[in-house]
């Protein structure tokens, strides 16, 4: 399969004004539904109530999540504690809390089992804008660096491309926990990190390869140059991707609850990261002008 790919021979600068346009229509799109119909935070980042359970016997997540359920109560997170009888959970601020008394309320859908409670928080929505806003941050700091980094280690205009294809990301797995009314908690922002890491190692190698073939293959186009550096770099960066892939889809069936957003986020941002390093950031390279050495 390496070998089919090391021998494969596409002509991404030819058709580079079609992968661009999907993406900016994508891009759109998903900051059309960030602006507009926002996101379905979870208590990390709005306010509602983390409480940890000590069961005498063994009881299962969905027996507790249908419990719930038939109470009207959707929104929660549920995951086992240390053992399989003691659990943690998390839930929104709900109309019925108010109420009624979340004490009260636990005993009420709980009055078949004998339990205790360990733990029992309020998040308020004050401390979740503040999550929110550190969260913000912290994204702009990392892009903001790592076009510092770049500009250091290549120059200026691979700095911009790999922003660029970093906003990319980050705007497009964003749009789709916003489109699909996702729960986004402070897993997901964990997950929208690690996949700027990971996009932009998977970017670095590419313009490692240009920066070098800039240099030696002087008889070829800049945009030729492009095409042979994709290339070359192409079974990598889908290798790596595919066994990163793997593990996050390991975690989507057998993780549970406790990581579901964040392999979800993984997923996502794997996909459209590895699409953005063949795509976008080499191809944004020809939209800003780069030059050949000579050229300089």
């Known amino acids: 399969m390496l070998r089919l790919i090391k021998d494969i021979d596409i002509k991404f600068m030819a058709i580079r004004r079609i992968p661009m346009f999907l993406s900016s229509i994508l891009v ?10 926002g996101f379905n935070f979870g208590i990390d980042f709005s ?18 999540e249908n419990k719930f359920s038939e109470s009207n109560i959707e929104d929660i ?14 839930l929104k601020d709900e109309e019925i809390f108010k109420k009624n008394n979340i004490n009260n309320f636990l005993n009420d859908i709980f009055s078949d089992e004998s339990f205790t409670i360990s733990k029992l ?12 806003e550190k969260g913000e941050w912290a994204m ?15 120059e200026l205009i691979y700095g911009l491309g790999a922003i660029t294809a970093l906003i990319h990301d980050v705007i ?35 313009f490692d390869r240009i920066r070098e073939n800039n240099i030696i293959l002087r008889k070829l186009s800049i945009l030729d140059v492009l095409d042979k550096s994709i290339n070359q770099t192409l079974s990598r960066t ?27 986020a ?31």
């Open 28 to 37: 759109v799109i998903c900051l059309a539904s960030i602006l507009l119909k």
């Open 47 to 64: 306010s509602g109530y983390i409480v940890q359970l000590k069961f005498d016997k063994q009881i299962s997540i969905v027996n507790i």
């Open 77 to 90: 997170t549920v995951q086992l504690y240390g053992s399989s009888k003691d659990v943690l959970i998390k």
């Open 121 to 132: 928080e309020y998040v308020g929505a004050q401390v979740g804008s503040e999550l929110r």
């Open 140 to 154: 702009l700091i990392a892009l903001f660096s790592i076009l510092i980094y770049v500009a250091i280690r290549f």
């Open 172 to 206: 497009i797995t964003l749009g789709v926990f916003s489109l699909f009314e996702l729960t986004f908690d402070l897993s997901v922002l964990a997950a929208i990190l690690a996949v700027i890491g990971y996009s932009l190692n998977d970017s670095i190698v590419v």
């Open 238 to 264: 889908l290798v790596t991707s595919l066994t990163t892939l793997l593990v996050i889809i390991s975690l989507l069936i057998f993780g549970g609850d406790a990581v579901k957003n964040f392999s979800i």
């Open 266 to 296: 993984m997923f996502i941002g794997i996909i459209v990261g590895t699409y953005s390093s063949i795509f976008v950031a080499s191809t944004s390279l020809s939209y800003f002008g780069i030059q050949r050495p000579e050229d300089s």
